[in-house]
């Protein structure tokens, strides 16, 4: 069975950091895509980064470019979500979800964390 383990989460004041970790058991990062979600209250569920795997390119959205990096570390089947300048519109939710098929689109993704959540305060 697979499952993801997301950690990191907290409160931080705007232009602060966060390392966002997902744990991933019962599928190897190596041979699969990841992917980091985000959804604020009264909000859909949006994509915020994904991998496809090392030495492809990453994908970021547009609202986090340069600010927030994607990375995976394959040997401790773990992803890592880098969130620098954060401001009060990035708390939200935040989930690691992931597919055998590279895609942005949430319906794409067959496993997710339970989710940890950012809060970014003014």
């Known amino acids: 069975q697979v499952q993801l383990v997301e950690s990191g989460g907290g409160l931080v004041q705007t232009g602060g950091s966060l390392r966002l970790s997902c744990a991933i058991s019962?599928?190897?990062?190596?041979?699969?895509?990841v992917g980091w979600f985000r959804q604020a209250p009264g909000k859909e569920r949006e994509i915020v980064a994904a991998s496809r795997g090392i030495g492809s390119p990453t994908y970021h959205a547009d609202s986090v470019q340069g600010r927030f990096t994607i990375s995976r570390d394959n040997a401790k089947n773990t992803v890592h979500l880098q969130m620098n300048s954060l401001k009060p519109e990035d708390t939200a939710v935040y989930y690691c979800?992931?597919?055998?098929?590279?895609?942005?689109?949430?319906?794409?993704?067959?496993?997710w964390g339970q989710g940890t959540q950012v809060t970014v305060s003014a």
């Open positions: 979800a992931s597919t055998t098929r590279y895609s942005t689109a949430a319906r794409d993704y067959d496993y």
């Open positions: 019962g599928r190897s990062t190596s041979r699969s895509a």
